[in-house]
Each structure stands twice: as C-alpha cells, then as structure tokens.
C-alpha cells in the first residue's frame, strides 16, 4: 500500500499562495509513504486500500492526504496516516503533521487529537462522534469506542507556515476471526482559541459541512496461509506386533505455534501435544501395535497451528495386519503317567483377530496321532484322551491357527514310567572247551522303552572278567571272545541288561573246559640273511603245562629234507632242541626250519621259520697302473682287478677312487686319473689307486693296486726367441724369447751371444754389438733339477756404414 497525496481541490480554494508550500510539503512527505507489495499467496486476503474526503463523497484509490481543519481560527492541521500492518500482528504508525499557517496563538493554545477504528463505518444519519456504534469495531484493546490513541501538543511552539511532525505508533492485535475488510480511521480534534475557551473542532474536507468527516479505507492484511505438514512412518504395512515410528515436518511462513498427535487406537485416542517456535520444527514418537486386532484402520492425524492461530492437519490411515499368533495353553490330568494310563489333554486357545483351526498332534511309541478342529471367534477349547501302551517320552503339540494363517505350537513332553525288565538271550560258539579255546559269547537285548547298558561275566581261573556296554534303542547285541586259561575248569558266561528305567535282568550259561593246552615251541638262528657256504645254527624252547612228549625239526635245504626227531620222558615239561647245518644254495634259495613239538595229551603246536639266503657280494685281486712314473699333465689308468663271484654273477661296472700321498683325491671317482687336473698329482707325489667290484646287487671290499706311481719331474719348454734371425740394424737390439715349466719351476737361461754367455731369470736382454758384423745368439732354459733344453741357431746384423755414391755429369761446364 502507498499513501500519496493529492490537493488539487484545495490549490484551486486557497490560492496560488498554498502552491508556493507544495514542493516543500512533498518533499517532507516522502519519507512517511509507504509501499507494501503483497505475496503472490491465494491464502492470503486483501482488499485494496481506497480514500474518500468525507463519508458521502466517492471512493479514490489514490490516497492523498486528509485535511482536518478547525473553523474557528485560520489554523490549518493536515493529517497523514500511515498504517504497516503484517500478517495478524501490526504496528500502528501514524504520522500526523500540524501546520499553523498564520503563526498566531497564546501560550495555552493547544490541539489533542484522538483516533478511532471501527470496521463498521460510521453512521451516515449522523456525525455525532457520541453515537457512533463501536460493537463490531476492531480495536486496540477490548473494542470500545472510549479507549483511544490520544496526542496533545501545544500550537503556540510552531512558527508560521511551520509544521510539526506527530507520531503515533502502538502495537494491535488483529484476529483473525474478525475477518477482513475496510476499516475507517476517524480523527477528533479540540483547540483551544485565543482566550483560552475550548471549542469542538471537527475534521473535515475543504470547502466541505463543518460536520464532514474525513475518512481513510485500509487494507487490513491477515495471515491465512496454513503451516505445511508432512508425516513419515517406518512401515507402510504395519503388524500387530510392530513398534511404529512416526514424524511429523512442519514449516510456516511467518512462525509456528503448537502441534499435537491424535492416534485413534482400538483402545481410545492417544494425544501428544508440542509447543513450538520459529518457522519449521520435527515431531516424532512411537507407539506400540502390539496385541491390536488384524484389519484394524489407524489414523494418524497430525495438527499444526502457526502464531496466526492457522491450522493445518494432515491425516494418513494405516490397516494393521495380523502376524500376531494365537496364544495357546494345554493342560493334562496328570503330569507322570505310567504304561496302560489313559491321559486326559485339553488346549485353550484365544486369538485378539480370530480362530481359524487347530491340531492335536500326538506323538505314541506306536506312530503319530493327529486330531483336527475347525474353529472361530476369539478363543476355543480343545479336549482330548489316548491310551499309552508303552513307556517312554510322548510329546503332545497344540497347533492353532487364526484367520491371518498365524501359527501358535504349544508342546509338553511327558514321560511314562518304565517297570518291565529288558528280554535277554545269550548263545556260546561252542558247548565244551579245552585249555586255550576261544569262546565267543554273544547276547541279544531287546526293551519296549529303551536300553541303558549291557554287561558280559567269565569266571576265569585269574578271576573275574567284566565287559561292560553302553546301549541305546530298544534292541541291542553284545559281543566278546574269551580264551580260556584252565584246564579242566567250568565256566560260567553271564550277561546283564539294564533299561532306560533301571530295570535289570541277567542270562548265564556254564561251559565244562578240557585240557587241550599245546606246548609253547620258540626258535631262534645265529644268522637272520645267510650267505652261501655258512653254518646257520638253530635251537628251540619247548614247554607245556603238564608234560612233554616229542619234538622235531624238519629243515627244506635246496639238496633235499633234513630231519631231526626227539622223544622226553613223561615228567619232562620243559626242553631244549638245537642242531647246525651249512647253507649249500646260493643267492635267493630259500630254507623252511620247522619245529613240531607235542605234549602227553596229543596237543601239538609248529613253529616255522623262513630263511632266504642273502647274496654274496663280489671279490677282486689287486690290479695295476699302467704308468708309474708319469709327468704333470700325464693320465694314470687302473687295469682293473680280479674278479670273481661266489653266487656267479657276472661283473658290472666297478667304483674307483685315487689317492694322492696316501689322501683320497676328491671326487676322482673314474678309472683313469688326468694329472694335469689342479689336485690330482704334481712333481714328487705319489698317487695310488682303489677299486670295489660290483654284481650288481652288492658291492665287494674295496682292493687297492698293487703299485704306487710317483710324478716325475718335467723339463722346461725350448726357448723361443721372438725376434726374427738374420735381421741387420744399426744400433744394438733387445732381444725376447719365452719358455714354460709344467711344474711351475723357476726356469734359468743361459745366453750364449757371439762366444761369452751369461745366466739370467729373465727373458730378455739388450745387445752389445760394438762393431760391425754378423753375431750369433743360443738360450738354454734349465729348471734346477738339472734338465735344460735349447734354443734353435739365430743371428744379427749390425751394419753401421752409410752408403757410397758416385756422381757423373756428361759435362764439366753446361752451358
């Protein structure tokens, strides 16, 4: 809204003089316009602010100022009204200027002005402001008429042509309830004149009835616009057995208030209410669904309520769907049944949605038995009875079912006594026995419950024997082997069966044992892998319980049977055999010593033994070296032993070794031995070798040659003289020649130049030619052990004579 001014009726009644004061009134009016644009909101309602100059005269959307006037004196007071009014609180701001055109008044004049606001208008019959109806009018306070805005100011302060600026400014409330609408702004003003005397001054409008009234419309602007709300839930399909969580966004332009939950629950409504502040705020909480029926429809309305008292919900509807199961409880006549009881079962099944079936399933030793019911409403129950033939454990289970295909179990596991003893039958493998029989002792269990443990008794002669068993199901077999250990003797095999109930019964059988005891017959060899042509010596141990009555080796050898019988006197419990024969069978004969011992009773008990005759590895006679004086980098060969092998086998490829002063040479293990190999053999050693025959199953003893070879001392290489002979030159030469010692000695030359020689260890010299001629030169190199070698004949030219030339001219004088 702007506020403007518009005074063309009063420059055309008061003169070109008031013209004059425009630009400056203009300009002092500027700062109190006001511009208020409106937001492009459909919840907003407005109406168009308009003046007029009195209550009869046409509306005007330009609002210009309203002059309000006092007729008794030529004082003119303008009034201009600004009004900023914001959503539903508003600040009142009236600008009022005062105007004392003539500058004349007393001390004690004075104006007060005072303001009304009524959204009714004022009655149009008459301007008497005693009879104005303010009932509907919307006011500062409690909407009377008698409360107003009130300003007084002394006239006399302002100067001529002058004008006083008044502002009143009060805080209004504006409900929202009284609507909106054009509301008129009437002033009253009362001065006081020269002497003093008070008059009622009325405002009106130029050229207008005393009793006009000046009238402003505004636009009273109030916040509609609800808060937004947006809801969100942790679950769009909750269950009767879900905690939902909910929350609430609210925003608003101008500011919120409060907000408040409303749950409308099988079980009432559930409020939460908030305070808040500021434009956007979050509410949250959950509730339980727990125990609510399937199918039931929840709404969830959420309100807001902004500072304009605005209310905005938003409501969502949620179906609860049944996972809830039905609660089931079983109950029995008794809680130890025993075999042959009849048991009474009864079930109480409810359900918060509905019933929809239910099952007795019975679990007998004898199969599974299923009772079936259809069911509705909200709860039932369910009786039964059955028949226990047999002990054992029985689990009774309660299924139910609701109408949303929940499924409740509920099971009791009872046990029904046992007192029947277990079933036992034992069988033996044999009705009599003798002295190191085996018997084998087996018993067969059987329980209409349940089997716990077994047990198996021999009375032996060392005592009592126990073997004891853990069982499980109903039948079982149990098992051992016995040998017996008395002669003659009776025994007596007893079983025990116990049950899961502690019930025993036991089955014993007797056996008579006779003497059937054989003698114990032990042998032992000198040798374990004879070779052929050795003497293996046997021997036996023979013993028995009572008495001995005969003994005998027989032995397969490869030129036939050997036996060796023995016979002892009655009283004779205990003997030794032995005897020797010479293995004649060579590699991989076998021999089969075996020993037959009986005693008085005619038991008898064999020992065998099985020898294999072992092979007889390979022999050699010394063997030779071809060389036994050889030179450093000469090769040393063994001739190879002489062979030969007892079991005939044919000789494979022999293992040598080399020994150098006695030392093995590592890793020389060939038939011939390279000297010129650093370590094999140098001047002064003496090398021997070794050789181990092989026939290819074992190899014999190691045989050393017959000889040893010492290495001999090696002559150093002819001197080779690097100049080339026969060469002539004219200033002495150095002369290099180069020779080598195998054995590494320090090689001597001896220089024979021209006659007179010299000894030196190196390899070269320089000549000493003083004259012209032909010299020549021989080099022997000798090691010191008194070898030496020579050079071949070599000789030099020195030639130190210059040329002679002879010059002949075909004339003496050329012209």
Partial sequence: MKVSRNDSDFALKRGMNRLLLLPLMLVLLLPFAFSQTLPDDEARKFVTANCRADQNSAASTSCANVEIRSYNSNRNIRAYWLINITNTTGTIQSAFFVWNESGVGN????????????????????????????????????????????????????????????????????????????????ARMNDEDFDGTNRESHPHA????????????????????????NTTFNTSTPRNID?????????????????????????GKVFMNYTISGTSAQVSNATSLYGLKGGAVLNFTLYATDTSNNVKQNSTLLTVTDALPPVVNASFNTSTPKIYDIINFTGNITDETGLLSANWTVNLSTGTLKINYSVSGAAATLSNSTFLPAAGVINFTLFATDTSNNVRQNST??????????????????????LGSVINSSFNITDETGLLSGSIIVNLSTGKV???????????????????????????????????????????????????????????????????????????????????????????????????????????AKATVSNSTAIVGGRGN?????????????????????????????????????????????????????????????????????????????????????????????????????????????????????????????????PVIANASGQAYNTNQVINWAS????????????????????????????????????????????????????SAWNITLDTTSPFTALSFNSSAPR
């Fill in 466 to 572: 126990f073997m004891n068993y853990s069982l499980s199901g109903t039948s079982a077999t149990i098992s051992n082997t016995t040998s017996v250990n008395c002669a003659p003797c009776v025994l007596n095999f007893t079983g025990l069966a116990t049950d899961t109930s502690n019930n025993v019964k036991q089955n014993s059988t007797i056996i008579f044992v006779a003497d059937s005891t054989r003698p114990i017959a032990n042998s032992s060899f000198n040798l374990s892998a004879p070779k052929k042509g050795d003497i293996i010596n046997f021997s036996a141990n023979v013993t028995d319980d009572f008495s001995l009555h005969s003994a005998n080796w027989t032995i397969n050898m490869t030129n036939g049977k050997l036996y060796v019988n023995y016979t002892f006197d009655p009283l004779t």
């Fill in 243 to 267: 905690v939902l969580n909910f929350t609430g966004n609210i925003s608003d332009e101008t500011g919120l208030l409060s907000a408040n939950w409303t749950i409308n629950l099988s079980t």
């Fill in 206 to 229: 130029i050229g207008e009835p005393k009793n006009a009234a000046p009238m402003l419309n505004l636009t009273v602007l109030i916040d509609a616009t609800k808060p937004i709300v």
């Fill in 740 to 791: 080598s010692d195998a054995d590494g000695d320090q090689i001597l030359y001896t220089v024979h130049f021209n006659g007179p020689s010299f000894s030196t260890p190196d390899q070269n010299f320089t000549t000493t030619m003083a004259a012209d001629g032909t010299y020549f030169l021989n080099v022997s190199a000798a090691d010191g052990t008194g070898n030496s070698t020579n050079s």
């Fill in 590 to 718: 076998v021999y089969n010593f075996s020993l037959r011992a009986c005693d008085a009773f005619g038991n008898c008990n064999q020992n065998d033994t099985l020898i294999t005759v072992a092979n007889t590895p390979p022999s050699c006679t010394a063997g030779a070296l071809n060389n036994t004086s050889p030179k450093t980098n000469d090769a040393i060969n063994q001739t190879g032993c002489g062979y030969s092998d007892a079991d005939g086998d044919a000789r494979q490829p022999s293992s040598f070794s080399w020994y150098r002063n006695n030392a093995l040479i590592a890793g020389q293990n060939a038939q011939t031995l390279n000297l010129s190999t650093a370590g094999n053999g140098d001047k002064g050693d003496t090398i021997n070798g070794s050789e181990q025959p092989y026939d290819g199953f074992d190899y014999g003893n190691w045989v050393n040659v017959s000889m040893y070879a010492l290495v001999q001392n090696s002559t150093p290489t002819t």
């Fill in 413 to 434: 596991l009872l046990t029904v006594s046992d007192n029947l003893r277990p079933a036992i039958n034992g069988t033996l493998n044999a009705t009599s026995a003798v």
């Fill in 107 to 186: 001390a004690d004049n004075s104006l007060s002005v005072q303001f009304y606001w009524d959204k009714s208008g004022f009655d149009s019959s008459t301007m008497n402001w005693n009879n104005q109806k303010c009932g509907t009018a919307v006011d500062l306070t409690a909407g009377t008429c008698n409360t107003t805005l009130l300003k007084e100011f002394n006239l006399s302060s302002l100067a001529a042509n002058m004008q006083q600026v008044v502002n009143f400014t009060d805080a209004a409330k504006w409900e929202k309830e009284k609507g909106d609408g054009i509301f008129s702004i009437m």
